[in-house]
């Protein structure tokens, strides 16, 4: 099993629609968890932190369930500029310097 | 600040030539990465340095060398390089501490293509 599993996609959702993308990581000891944005041809940067409790900002919502392993991220009123592929990003444990990133979904928002 | 930043952004090697990817960072962090990106694979991790004066293997080191210079720079040396070895790189750096999150911030990238 692949440490950190999303589905690749691509989504296609039209504008103003709501988009759920889901992922799921196999180490019980993660401590950290992420949501990272990538452009097409550039880098990857930081979309949010999820928290245990849960977490908002602005039209983008992040849960996180560590009975399942599962963490997900909602995006609500999707724009234009939402066009990107949207990273899984998991700190394996307390100790741990590294992050282990997911694959990746494609999100395209068509007008 | 410019954040993380890395030379060159593009490089065309024949297989067997070597090169140096060159990466700094004016964050002041502790720790920093470099990655390949490759189509349907992610990122993954070549090596690390946690902090000035230590690198560790990642999930991917066979092939390459790095150096950490200072706490500011972090090289990748490929000595020899093959077609494999063409992918996106990409340098990111992190701070460490009590509290810390640990994210990182990513450099540019090089893209190399080796013929």
């Known amino acids: 099993r692949k440490e950190v599993e999303q589905d690749p996609g691509p989504f296609n959702v039209p504008e103003g629609a709501t988009v759920a993308f889901n992922c799921t990581y196999s180490?019980?000891?993660?401590?950290?968890f992420f949501w990272y944005r990538q452009d097409c041809r550039k880098e990857p940067k930081l979309l949010m932190s999820?928290?245990?409790s849960g977490n908002e900002d602005g039209r983008f919502t992040a849960q996180l369930n560590r009975a399942s392993q599962y963490i997900s991220l909602l995006i609500r009123d999707s724009k234009l500029s939402d066009s990107a592929t949207y990273l899984c990003?998991?700190?394996?444990?307390?100790?741990?310097?590294?992050?282990?990133f997911g694959k990746g979904t494609k999100l395209s928002v068509i007008p | 600040n410019a954040g993380v930043t890395q030379t060159p952004k593009f490089q065309v090697l024949k297989t067997g030539q070597s090169m140096t990817l060159q990466c700094a960072q004016d964050?002041?962090?502790?720790?920093m990465y470099w990655y390949r990106q490759d189509p349907g694979m992610g990122l993954r991790l070549i090596y690390y340095?946690?902090?000035?004066?230590t690198t560790d293997k990642g999930e991917v080191p066979n092939g390459y060398n790095v150096s950490r210079l200072n706490k500011r720079e972090f090289s990748l040396r490929l000595e020899s390089a093959a077609p494999s070895q063409t992918s996106v790189y990409f340098c990111?750096?992190?701070?460490w501490g009590q509290g810390s999150y640990n994210e990182q911030f990513f450099g540019p990238g090089t893209r190399l293509t080796v013929l």
């Open positions: 990111a750096s992190s701070d």
């Open positions: 180490n019980s000891a993660s401590q950290s």
């Open positions: 999820v928290y245990s």
């Open positions: 964050m002041n962090h502790n720790s």
């Open positions: 340095s946690a902090s000035e004066g």
């Open positions: 990003v998991v700190r394996p444990g307390a100790g741990s310097y590294q992050l282990t």
